[in-house]
């Protein structure tokens, strides 16, 4: 199985078209609570294989972190929410692994109700990102996420990643899903 | 230096796309710390960008695009308490076809934010007739 290791401010600068610093802190905020840097990651592929690793379908992932993005991070838990610093750790984590592992991996947003729209314009895909600490509630964020991307408002096929950083279970669980797909389920 | 090949508005589209999509995530970013004036501020920005762009694919044909991010515009004004004008967009935002998932999610936006912008108006008159009141 092959090992990618990145720093997560990577992400600042590898999606132009968005503001991620934020996003960065509070994967940190997350990550070290659990683990020292670099944070592992078991990522498991589901109907893809992205072309660095060549037919596999599983990789570890490891996060680093500076000690500059570890300090901002001290002081998140001190003014967010629990369930909003998840979620923005995971949408960290999906930029940082798109960028590097996905060619014309940037993504944009734009706001549908109460939702953030995640989406790759270079490859027509949706995203739908999810975070969580506890592993049983992957397969059911997963669910839900998959039908939400399926019903995007541009009809594209996409990607769901849905990531637990918990204390003992680190792992993403990263698909892809076609239209088609939808349509062939059964009732 | 070899040109574009690309035509000037694609670009320009382009350009405002990306543009759009950092005042909104810049917007989200300033509201999860807390600093709602700066986030306020952002989204009259990004939902102004949003609703610039909207016209440029509009005029460009690309009808369902200009509609999604009129439902970005009017998400970022319904996140200032402008329902009244959100609700602008998202009419705007249902005149073309839009995949049934999608036009479902819309309308319900709409139906929300007309019941929210009567209440915005509401209180607004109220407000004008108490000024207009103790002026007398």
């Known amino acids: 199985m092959q090992t990618f290791e990145w720093p997560i401010e990577d992400i600042v600068t590898a999606h132009p078209d968005l503001y991620l610093e934020h996003c960065a802190a509070m994967a940190v905020a997350l990550m070290s609570r659990h683990s020292g840097s670099p944070c592992e990651f078991l990522v498991g592929c589901e109907g893809f294989s992205p072309p660095d690793l060549e037919g596999e379908t599983q990789f570890?992932?490891?996060?680093?972190?500076?000690?500059?993005?570890?300090?901002?991070?001290?002081?998140?838990?001190?003014?967010?929410?629990?369930?909003?610093?998840?979620?923005?750790?995971?949408?960290?984590?999906?930029?940082?692994?798109?960028?590097?592992?996905?060619?014309?991996?940037?993504?944009?947003?734009?706001?549908?109700?109460?939702?953030?729209d995640y989406w790759l314009p270079r490859l027509k895909c949706a995203v739908e990102i999810s975070g969580t600490e506890h592993s049983r509630e992957v397969p059911r964020r997963h669910r839900e996420k998959k039908a939400q991307m399926l019903s995007n408002a541009r009809n594209w096929d996409g990607y769901v990643f849905v990531c637990c950083i918990g204390a003992t279970h680190r792992v993403i669980r990263w698909s892809y899903h076609t239209q088609e797909e939808q349509e062939n389920a059964p009732i | 230096?070899?040109?574009s090949k690309r035509k000037p508005s694609?670009?320009?589209?382009?350009?405002?796309?990306?543009?759009?999509?950092?005042?909104?995530?810049?917007a989200q970013?300033?509201?999860?710390?807390?600093?709602?004036?700066?986030?306020?501020?952002?989204?009259?920005?990004?939902?102004?960008?949003?609703?610039?762009?909207?016209?440029?694919?509009?005029?460009?044909?690309?009808?369902?695009?200009?509609?999604?991010?009129?439902?970005?515009?009017?998400?970022?004004?319904?996140?200032l308490g402008l329902h009244s004008r959100a609700v602008t967009f998202l009419h705007a935002a249902?005149?073309?076809?839009?995949?049934?998932?999608?036009?479902?999610?819309?309308?319900?936006?709409?139906?929300?934010?007309?019941?929210?912008?009567?209440?915005?108006?509401?209180?607004?008159?109220?407000?004008?007739?108490?000024k207009q009141a103790s002026g007398v």
């Open chain 2, 10 to 26: 694609a670009e320009l589209i382009d350009q405002m796309l990306g543009e759009a999509s950092w005042l909104l995530s810049h």
């Open chain 1, 60 to 116: 570890q992932l490891r996060v680093s972190w500076t000690e500059k993005t570890a300090n901002t991070a001290a002081r998140v838990w001190l003014t967010e929410q629990p369930k909003a610093i998840v979620e923005r750790a995971a949408i960290g984590l999906a930029s940082l692994t798109f960028a590097h592992i996905i060619p014309n991996g940037q993504m944009r947003v734009t706001e549908q109700g109460q939702r953030a």
């Open chain 2, 1 to 3: 230096m070899p040109r």
């Open chain 2, 94 to 130: 249902l005149s073309v076809p839009l995949p049934k998932d999608y036009r479902a999610r819309v309308e319900q936006q709409l139906a929300s934010d007309l019941i929210l912008a009567r209440k915005e108006l509401n209180r607004a008159f109220a407000r004008r007739a108490r």
């Open chain 2, 29 to 79: 970013a300033l509201a999860d710390y807390g600093r709602q004036e700066e986030a306020s501020a952002e989204f009259v920005r990004a939902g102004s960008c949003e609703e610039q762009v909207a016209c440029l694919l509009e005029a460009d044909g690309q009808d369902r695009e200009a509609a999604i991010h009129r439902v970005s515009a009017a998400s970022c004004f319904e996140r």
